[in-house]
């Protein structure tokens, strides 16, 4: 396989109290293209952070993200920004769906963030609502959908300018199981039909055993995470 994203020594402090709480140590992952990986942890061990370096959203106090050879340059606004838009897809637990905009509309903002949206764009859009049951509704606005309904919406838009790479964060966790596990069923569907790479955070540990590889992140490092002990962390 050919390895996509690589995350080295990543360090990660907050100020709080008068002092700093270091939430990563050390931290290294390597991400392969098309695989899947799943990342679990206590509440408030640092996994939303991970995500959120590996996505550009944020800088590590030390270490770097690699991405095909190339780092990335944490310095410079452009940079994040073509990062964000062109190599990753993002997955959130709350939807982050624009309130004013249509399903149609919320699935286009990705491709209209470089471009004007052109006739495939919204071939493509359309095809996305029709392959999550939302061929009809892609004129309803998110308060007209239901919550289960408004994250199909979500997960789609993070697949719209094929990324390299969809980082989703506790992506179900709003929506009961049932309804949590058909999403997840299209995740694992758009993941494998783009091939594209995905990185979960998650505590729902079924979701966690659908992923190739399972990592737990403690004391600010991952380790990996085999089947006979999956139920224990």
Known sequence: MTTLLTARNLAKSFPRHGGLVE??????????????VAVTGA????????????????????????????????????????????????VFQFHFLLPDFTALENLLIPVRAQREATDRDRERALE??????????RHHLPGELSGGEQQRVAVARAFMNSPQVVLADEPFGNL??????????????????????????????????????????????????????????
């Open 176 to 233: 009961d199981q049932r309804i949590g596990g058909q999403l997840g069923d299209l995740l694992f569907e758009l993941k494998e039909t783009d091939g594209t790479s995905l990185v979960i955070v998650t505590h729902d540990q079924g979701l966690a055993a659908r992923a190739d590889r399972h990592l737990h992140l403690e004391q600010g490092q991952l380790r990996p995470v085999d089947a006979t002990e999956a139920d224990q962390v």
């Open 128 to 137: 996305f609502l029709d392959r999550m049951g939302l061929g009809d509704r």
């Open 23 to 36: 939430v990563l140590r050390g931290c290294d992952l390597q991400v392969e293209k098309g695989e899947a």
């Open 43 to 90: 509440s408030g061990s640092g996994k939303s952070t991970l995500l959120n370096i590996l996505g550009g959203l944020d800088a590590p106090s030390e270490g770097e993200v690699v991405c095909q050879g190339e780092p990335l340059d944490f310095a410079s606004h452009a940079s994040l920004t073509r990062w964000r838009t062109v190599v990753v897809g993002f």
